[in-house]
């Protein structure tokens, strides 16, 4: 079964920055587009920014300019560079792979673990 594995996640003053990772396992042959997302206590889950195979990215309105998602095809990495942290940023980010080819099979909407942000103020 295709796993996606998150990190880089911990606790960071307002101001600061992180960096996330995503790796798939597996014997990964492609993927297509991938993304990070984010739930905060008691809200629900939410797009942070999308990268496609090519590089094409969107983000949401309230990480513009601060966060950038990239991705490592070769290494079928995904990324995101999170800099000036906001308390509002704290969350479980997650990442996804919209469509994962392995060998013969496609596997679609694959969801890694999540890691912990936390803001502080």
């Known amino acids: 079964q295709v796993q996606l594995v998150e990190s880089g996640g911990g606790l960071v003053q307002a101001g600061g920055s992180l960096r996330l990772s995503c790796a798939a396992s597996e014997m990964i042959l492609r993927i297509n587009g991938m993304g990070w997302y984010r739930q905060a206590p008691g809200k629900q889950r939410e797009l942070v920014a999308t990268?496609?195979?090519?590089?094409?990215?969107n983000y949401a309105d309230s990480v513009k300019g601060r966060f950038t998602i990239s991705r490592d095809n070769a290494k079928n990495t995904v990324y995101l560079e999170m800099n000036s942290l906001k308390p509002e940023d704290t969350a479980v980010y997650y990442c996804?792979?919209?469509?994962?080819?392995?060998?013969?099979?496609?596997?679609?909407?694959?969801w890694g673990q999540g890691t912990l942000v936390t803001v502080s103020s």
């Open positions: 996804k792979a919209d469509e994962v080819l392995v060998t013969m099979k496609w596997y679609y909407d694959v």
């Open positions: 990268i496609t195979r090519s590089g094409s990215t």
